[in-house]
């Protein structure tokens, strides 16, 4: 409810009537946020337009279209059931910045009550029609008129999510054969074995039906994951090259290059070099990446777990949008997925964490040393990314480099000397 009252307050200019579009995922505990955010925003004086289940980027498509003054996501996006969180977008569509973020906390610790509305100003809430609608043709419009997905078999997992409805929908309206799974949310069964987390059912069910593509979700569908026919997952890097040569072959690509995370394979950085573009990357998360598109010039950006921004349709990412953009690639090449969508050899990568409860491990001097002595190791032919969690108290620990022994040595180093540290602690 706090929320809700600072981020109104942080969003009312002028006298005009202010408005909130809030949307929601399928678990159990948006009911209770839902309830307290529309507290806090109406008792801010602003109108509350509710949005029930939608995907994230639906939410960022009609904070701008409503012409509302902030939009808001109950989510924990990939997370278990037990999980929520709130996301806020601004009035153009993209998600806010740091600093905006913290204006909005600080004024959580402050007694605003004296700034809330007055009792004939308080804000109202009433559910909006047609949601559903309005995404899946904003969705379909992505794609050239003219193109049909008919003669597809595609099998969609919706993650038990906020797309249950709408990505089954606007692929069977683009002319597909639509095997849906995971689409039957509870409450309590969003991302459960299932969605770009877990896609091995969707594997599963894709060599069962004989398809032609697996597309997989997650909870609040801002990002997603391919499997071939074959039954192989194709993660974000693998698209990012698939969607960044398509554009770049067609003139849509801007920038001369595509922005990744430092999380990203160096095989695709190498691969985009190759064709004459530029890999930029940022730091972990998909803000980053759009904050480096918008400062750049860039409309190509995503990152190695399915969050891809396709900044001509959207502000965000959109597991949808980006989906269609690989079917148009094979419906234009008329080849199977498992070939266009193996566009680079990845160089071995591992990824492991480490678990502290407290303190700062990574500024010790003998993990500085690891760091150092490893890097060294690696060499040219090699990266080392080390970097705390943003959601857990886990330090997470990924090298890559061509000689695969190295690249596990290394890691297994630097892990063994964090876990001193912090049993010294």
């Given at each position: 409810?706090?929320?809700?009252?600072?981020?109104?307050?942080?969003?009312?200019?002028?006298?005009?009537?202010?408005?909130?579009?809030?949307?929601?995922?399928?678990?159990?505990?948006?009911?209770?946020?839902?309830?307290?955010?529309?507290?806090?925003?109406?008792?801010?004086?602003?109108?509350?337009?509710?949005?029930?289940?939608?995907?994230?980027?639906?939410?960022?498509?009609?904070?701008?279209?409503?012409?509302?003054?902030?939009?808001?996501?109950?989510?924990?996006?990939?997370?278990?059931?037990?999980?929520?969180?709130?996301?806020?977008?601004?009035?153009?569509?993209?998600?806010?910045?740091?600093?905006?973020?913290?204006?909005?906390?600080?004024?959580?610790?402050?007694?605003?009550?004296?700034?809330?509305?007055?009792?004939?100003?308080?804000?109202?809430?009433?559910?909006?029609?047609?949601?559903?609608?309005?995404?899946?043709?904003?969705?379909?419009?992505?794609?050239?008129?003219?193109?049909?997905?008919s003669g597809l078999r595609i099998v969609i997992d919706c993650a038990n999510g906020a797309a249950y409805k709408v990505a089954p929908a606007a692929l069977w309206e683009l002319g597909a054969?639509?095997?849906?799974?995971?689409?039957?949310?509870?409450?309590?069964?969003?991302?459960?074995?299932?969605?770009?987390?877990?896609?091995?059912?969707?594997?599963?069910?894709?060599?069962?039906?004989?398809?032609?593509?697996?597309?997989?979700?997650?909870?609040?569908?801002?990002?997603?994951?391919?499997?071939?026919?074959?039954?192989?997952?194709?993660?974000?890097?693998q698209i990012l090259a698939l969607i960044g040569e398509a554009w770049h072959q067609s003139g849509h690509l801007a920038g001369g290059g595509v922005v990744a995370t430092v999380m990203s394979?160096?095989?695709?950085e190498r691969f985009l070099d190759g064709i004459g573009l530029q890999l930029h990357r940022t730091k972990v998360g998909d803000r980053y990446v759009v904050e480096h598109m918008r400062a750049?010039?860039?409309?190509?950006?995503?990152?190695?777990?399915?969050?891809?921004?396709?900044?001509?349709?959207?502000?965000?990412?959109?597991?949808?949008?980006?989906?269609?953009?690989?079917?148009?690639?094979?419906?234009?090449?008329?080849?199977?997925?498992?070939?266009?969508?193996?566009?680079?050899?990845?160089?071995?990568?591992?990824?492991?964490?480490?678990?502290?409860?407290?303190?700062?491990?990574?500024?010790?001097?003998?993990?500085?040393?690891?760091?150092?002595?490893?890097?060294?190791?690696?060499?040219?032919?090699?990266?080392?990314?080390?970097?705390?969690?943003?959601?857990?108290?886990?330090?997470?620990?990924?090298?890559?480099?061509?000689?695969?022994?190295?690249?596990?040595?290394?890691?297994?180093?630097?892990?063994?000397?964090?876990?001193?540290?912090?049993?010294?602690?």
């Amino acid at each position: 409810m706090k929320v809700g009252m600072a981020a109104g307050l942080s969003f009312q200019r002028g006298n005009h009537r202010h408005r909130v579009v809030l949307g929601k995922d399928t678990r159990l505990s948006g009911y209770m946020i839902e309830n307290a955010l529309v507290a806090g925003f109406c008792a801010a004086g602003m109108d509350v337009f509710l949005l029930g289940p939608v995907p994230t980027p639906a939410v960022a498509m009609l904070a701008r279209s409503l012409r509302a003054d902030i939009g808001v996501m109950i989510s924990a996006s990939h997370n278990p059931y037990y999980d929520n969180g709130i996301k806020l977008f601004g009035p153009d569509g993209y998600k806010l910045s740091d600093e905006i973020e913290m204006r909005i906390e600080a004024l959580l610790d402050q007694d605003i009550d004296i700034a809330l509305a007055d009792a004939d100003a308080l804000g109202r809430a009433k559910r909006i029609d047609g949601v559903h609608d309005r995404y899946i043709e904003f969705a379909k419009r992505t794609l050239p008129r003219s193109m049909s997905l008919s003669g597809l078999r595609i099998v969609i997992d919706c993650a038990n999510g906020a797309a249950y409805k709408v990505a089954p929908a606007a692929l069977w309206e683009l002319g597909a054969e639509v095997i849906a799974i995971h689409d039957d949310p509870n409450g309590f069964n969003i991302n459960e074995e299932c969605g770009s987390t877990h896609p091995e059912s969707l594997a599963r069910k894709v060599h069962e039906v004989r398809a032609d593509i697996g597309i997989a979700l997650d909870g609040d569908a801002d990002r997603m994951v391919i499997v071939d026919e074959k039954g192989n997952v194709v993660d974000g890097d693998q698209i990012l090259a698939l969607i960044g040569e398509a554009w770049h072959q067609s003139g849509h690509l801007a920038g001369g290059g595509v922005v990744a995370t430092v999380m990203s394979n160096l095989g695709l950085e190498r691969f985009l070099d190759g064709i004459g573009l530029q890999l930029h990357r940022t730091k972990v998360g998909d803000r980053y990446v759009v904050e480096h598109m918008r400062a750049h010039g860039l409309n190509v950006g995503g990152e190695q777990s399915g969050h891809i921004v396709l900044s001509n349709f959207s502000t965000t990412g959109d597991g949808l949008v980006s989906a269609l953009q690989v079917l148009a690639c094979v419906k234009r090449q008329n080849k199977p997925v498992s070939e266009l969508c193996s566009k680079f050899e990845p160089v071995p990568q591992l990824l492991k964490n480490v678990r502290f409860s407290g303190g700062k491990p990574l500024e010790a001097a003998p993990v500085k040393a690891a760091i150092e002595e490893a890097r060294n190791r690696l060499g040219q032919s090699g990266r080392l990314v080390i970097r705390p969690s943003g959601t857990e108290p886990l330090i997470r620990v990924m090298a890559e480099g061509d000689d695969p022994k190295l690249v596990e040595t290394v890691v297994d180093d630097i892990i063994g000397v964090i876990s001193e540290v912090r049993t010294a602690a």
